[in-house]
DNA sequence: CTGAAAGCGCTTACAG
DNA sequence: CTGAAAGCGCTTACAG
């Protein structure tokens, strides 16, 4: 029942546990002999070693640690089986954990993770946080760190992430050429850096293409969860304080298709009456009617790379290389369906 | 740079290791003076004890593995968010893993948690897993082990359910009781337990109301994975074959939602021509034109009771306390919407 | 009240 | 080719 030991091995065959340690690891310096013989015993009593000794002697735990907003959500679900899939590759263990957008519990996590001694972490940061001791704290202590999505630019680290200033202009671009002259845009959180840049790649489209920009057209989610109840609640004082406006973008699907619905029973028809953009292409979005336009964000990939870019650190790391923060961007794709069509 | 030790504490304060060590988990054997000593030097070094050290000591590593089909599902990830926040309450941290649906993965990866010393397991089966040998071998070695959703009855260890033959007797009866005369399954994958379970109560709810059950009006998946794009050619398939079919009982939603998307392109209207039910109250399904009535399965609460039950029985176990599987089974909802209207 | 000692299970530099 | 010894960082029974 008690697990097995490299002392119980060495007992029953009479050597030293050294000799079994180093028999187990195919050590050039032991007779072939002993290996088998070690090697036969230890299949059948089925051993498995110890990972907190190994952990302890080697001081690394192959095991890294994810923070993450929320974990019921489409974009970062993938990500999380892009991480876990790429993780299990190398031999590596991945500890979730969820900051529920709250700067308190992420700071928390963080030391968490800290002292149990994880190889690196993987974060995408809380809505809220705004003081980043926590994450220089990883920094300083040389302990790799990789930011995705949700990321601060202060911090010292790796980062993989979309260019959403572009991708905002690219969906607002195709409002206008479909046609649209006042647009609205529903750009969730005040504070989080993308919401920022998805906006100013709107209000740069609008200018670029000779389109006054109106901050009464721009929508800010109050409460910190951007969600299907919001798109609705906005859509509705948006068509009643502003009705002439013909398309919206809105930073996320989820948003967007609350926006989609309440249209919908309002009678406003989607695309002729207004057309509607969302972001980050959630499965839900072709299956809802009608079909949403949106910006492929690439999930999985996200979490592939997060991954390989902190396995390469830890890599690095232990061999005393040196290495410097990357910045990773991924490409977005603009992803046309019947909300915008002309 | 370097992590402090207690070494470090006890040579500059003067004093052993000892002392520090249990100074600072508060022994009453230590003199106030010390105490406060170590303390204050403890906080200023920002020591963190060593998880690999203690974990080695106690044997015990405040870790629990998880082993889940697939994370980029709707009911999982709220699964997961579940227990990961329990977890966190008792200071116990997750490690995720998704078995693909593939039985070689999920037998690996329970090898992989079993030699990472995690202090428990939950786990929901993989849909071809039908050898239990890496289970059984869990619950001999006296690990606790809680399944959820997707178990083996055969396995002795707790389990967190619902009771699918009901909820699905009640999701048939629905329909019947709508009006509909004659009633197509899709039952998805041949093997879980839950889908045998589903496909019962369906039968059982024709034959209470006096339909006759016909085989051919019962549609298995083929490939593992049970999708939207599945629902979509089930449904073609069983309008071509079955013109007479007047409702759908779908064992998930993302398939109904498949079944509902075909329905709208074939001009073939829902609910007025053909009614459809699906089962487990996706977000999604509230958004989908026409809303998708289904069975609301608790996946939040789920997560929450089956690390508790797991905590419990790590508890007991460390108490040597004895104690005996349980199987938990929660309430499910029939939630009535726009598809199955009479 | 304090500390020396043993030990958790492993790895590895060193001696023989 | 083999083994004794030291050590990773901690905890705890025991002696003083």
Redesign the pocket.
Known sequence: MK?V???QIAGQLN?????V??AL?NYP??????KLKVKELAKVLNYQ??AF??N???KESRTIGLIIPEIVHHFFSTIIKGIVNQAEKEGYLVIILQSNESYELEKKQINLLLNQHVDGIIISLANNSTNFDHLNQVVLSKKPLVMFDKIAKLVNCSKVIINDRKAAYTATQHLIDAGCKRIAHFRGSLLPLNSIDRFLGYRKALLDNGLPYDPALVYISECDDTSFEEGKMNTRKLLEDHDDVDGIFISTDLVAIGALTECNKLGVKVPDDIKIIGFSNWFMSKVVSPALSTIDQPGYLMGEMAFKQLYKEITMQKNKESYYPEIIELETKLIVRESTAS
Chains 1, 2 share one sequence.
Do not use: F
């Open positions: 697990p030991t490299l002392k050597i030293s546990v050294s000799t340690s180093k690891k310096d032991v007779s072939k002999e002993t070693p110890n000794a190994v302890l002697r080697r």
